[in-house]
């Protein structure tokens, strides 16, 4: 079992890393509550939802269960889940656990900052991208316009990753959770962006795994300790966002994954980053290890001022002017303002380069 300590505004929380950790959560909650109400997606319900309550007190435990997917991040099924606590019985001394995905984390952290303005609630990831998205407490839920513009910053209570549970993971959702390890090796360590680059995701081993998720959850937990709101080095994180965000929108939500926008993302990062700085960042090198492990980066059907003006409702956003966290080289990332014909410019050369590839 690992731990690692996040210091927030609000609180001091334990992120602890470990094999069936589930099955004792009440081990792991530092105090009692009143009721808890356990939030989860149907796919996850069907794998893990009966095995936490069996750690858990069975007369006070509640369950809402909302669909699987990035369209649950929404402000209809954030109301919906305010009812379910209303009707529940929730009070102050309550304890939201959000189990499941990014999606899930997001939107049930968004509820418990809101419910009452704000109880208690635990992150029990069960996907690799949610390595990321429990830590650091950005909650939120999408808004047709944008994605994750309706939220908050409010820190977990802690952290229960039980990794055995990733081992029913899709190739599809292991793809998308290593584009984020991916992004934390690319702003901070040229040697650990060697080694993922040079990990096959189909032939991952369970101490691969490991050690890139301890690296990852290391990586975020120390930016978010720096800069818990974004006013400085935390812009870091968003790597390959302003375009992953704008493409998650455009195409619908859910159409590709956040892991998925975020790869194409990263490539177009380190294109910029070449041609703005003059660099020799490894485009290539990044553009085969997506290729080998199938990421989808078909971008011929574009509307490029479509996918520029999503970008301009990115939240680093300043008085109209879209910028973008770019690479001086791996592991020094800078944030840069880009005009709009600019990155109309790179987004161009950008598709010709990938077409003639
Ligand atoms: N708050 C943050 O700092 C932060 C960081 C990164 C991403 N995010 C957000 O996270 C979301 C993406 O998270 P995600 O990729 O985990 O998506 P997700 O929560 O939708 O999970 C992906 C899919 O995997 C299924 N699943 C979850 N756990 C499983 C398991 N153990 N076995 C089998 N199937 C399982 C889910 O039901 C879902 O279908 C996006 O909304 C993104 O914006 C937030
Ligand atoms: O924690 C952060 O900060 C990040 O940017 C992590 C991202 O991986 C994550 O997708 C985050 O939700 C993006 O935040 P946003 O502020 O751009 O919505
Ligand atoms: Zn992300």
Redesign the pocket.
């Given at each position: 079992m690992e731990k690692v300590q996040v210091q927030s505004s609000t609180n001091n929380y334990q992120i602890i890393i470990g094999n069936g950790l589930m099955k004792d959560i009440s081990h792991y909650l530092t105090k009692e509550y009143s009721s808890i109400l356990i939030i989860t997606?149907d796919?996850?319900a069907d794998?893990y939802l009966q095995k936490i309550k069996l750690g858990l007190p069975k007369d006070r435990v509640f369950e809402a269960i909302v669909p699987?997917?990035?369209q649950s991040?929404s402000i209809d099924i954030f109301y919906r889940l305010h009812t379910d606590a209303i009707k529940f019985g929730l009070d102050r001394h309550s304890l939201i656990i959000a189990l499941?995905?990014?999606?899930?984390?997001?939107l049930a952290g968004f509820v418990a900052s809101t419910f009452m303005r704000g109880i208690d609630f635990v992150q029990v990831p069960?996907?690799i991208?949610?390595h990321?998205?429990s830590v650091?407490g950005?909650?939120a839920i999408n808004h047709e316009l944008g994605?994750?513009m309706i939220g908050n910053f409010f820190a977990p209570v802690s952290v229960i990753y039980d990794v055995e549970?990733?081992s029913?993971?899709?190739k599809k959702?292991v793809r998308?959770?290593y584009a984020?390890i991916m992004k934390e090796s690319m702003i901070s360590d040229d040697r650990m962006f060697n080694e993922i680059r040079d990990t096959r995701l189909d032939r991952i081993t369970n101490h691969q795994l490991q050690k890139h998720l301890s690296y990852g959850i290391e990586v975020k937990a120390a930016i978010v300790q720096e800069d818990e709101k974004e006013s400085g080095v935390r812009k870091y994180l968003n790597l390959g966002h302003t375009l992953g965000h704008a493409l998650e929108a455009e195409m619908g939500y859910g159409k590709l994954?956040?892991?998925e926008a975020v790869a194409i993302g990263l490539l177009f990062s380190l294109h910029v980053s070449n041609e703005i700085y003059g660099a020799n960042l490894p485009f290539q090198s990044l553009f085969t290890w997506l290729k080998e492990n199938d990421y989808p980066i078909d971008i011929t059907n574009w509307d490029y001022d479509a996918v520029i003006n999503r970008m301009k409702s990115d939240k680093k956003t300043t008085n109209k002017q879209i910028q973008m966290v770019l690479l001086k080289e791996i592991g020094k990332p800078t944030v840069e303002k880009i005009n709009d014909d600019a990155l109309k410019t790179y987004l161009q050369s950008f598709k010709g380069k990938l077409v003639s590839k």
């Open positions: 997606d796919k996850v794998l699987a997917g990035e991040k499941g995905g990014g999606v899930v984390g997001d069960t996907t991208l949610a990321d998205s650091g950005k909650v994605k994750n549970t990733l029913s993971l899709s959702e998308s959770g984020e994954t956040h892991g």
